[in-house]
């Protein structure tokens, strides 16, 4: 079994920066891509980033220049740092992390629980 453990969601006034990190852990043989999602009140969940175990990165339009995902491949741990906040990020994050089993060799998908980020005016 596999454990995403998302933290740092917070409230934060408009122009302001936050920083989540999302952490792995349990049956984990290796982790290709791990990524950050986010869902609006009345919204579908919708990509923000996405990093590969090589270090290539993806962003959504509405965050390119404003956030950076970074990973951490010895600890399988992604951060998040969001700069220049808007209330329209305002939103739950969620991790999403792609495992190899250490146990058997398969893979798997991975969600956290969420991480509320809210951003005021």
């Known amino acids: 079994q596999v454990q995403l453990v998302e933290s740092g969601g917070d409230l934060v006034q408009a122009g302001g920066s936050l920083r989540l990190s999302c952490t792995a852990s349990?049956?984990?043989?290796?982790?290709?891509?791990m990524g950050w999602y986010r869902e609006a009140p009345g919204k579908q969940r919708e990509l923000v980033a996405v990093?590969?175990?090589?270090?290539?990165?993806k962003y959504a339009d509405a965050v390119k220049g404003r956030f950076t995902i970074s990973r951490d491949n010895a600890k399988n741990t992604a951060y998040l740092q969001m700069n220049s906040l808007t209330p329209k990020d305002t939103a739950v994050y969620y991790c999403?992390?792609?495992?190899?089993?250490?146990?058997?060799?398969?893979?798997?998908?991975?969600w956290g629980q969420g991480t509320l980020v809210t951003v005021s005016s």
């Open positions: 999403n992390a792609d495992v190899t089993l250490a146990s058997i060799p398969m893979s798997r998908e991975v």
């Open positions: 349990g049956d984990i043989f290796s982790i290709d891509t």
């Open positions: 990093t590969s175990s090589g270090g290539s990165t």
